[in-house]
C-alpha cells in the first residue's frame, strides 16, 4: 500500500538540502543535490515506518507560517 507524506526541504549552510518528515518523529535526511535528498528522504521513510511497526500516525501537517518578532 501507498502512502503519502509531507516533506519539508530546507537549504543548509554548506549547500546541502535537507528534508523532514513531521508526520514521523525523526525523520530526516540530506542531500547535495534534490534528487539525492528525494531518494534519501524516501529510505528514511521506509525506515522510520519499519521501526514503528504498527503505531498510527497521529500528527498532520497543516501548514507553515512565518512570523516577525
Known sequence: MKREFTV???KG???YYIGSVPELKG???QG???DELMT???EAIKLCLDVMGD???T???IGIQKITV
Open 8 to 10: 519539508i526541504v530546507e
Open 13 to 15: 549552510e554548506d549547500n
Open 32 to 34: 547535495k543535490t534534490l
Open 27 to 29: 525523520c530526516h535526511t
Open 59 to 61: 500528527t498532520e501537517l
Open 40 to 42: 534519501n528522504i524516501k
Open 55 to 57: 503505531e498510527e500516525i
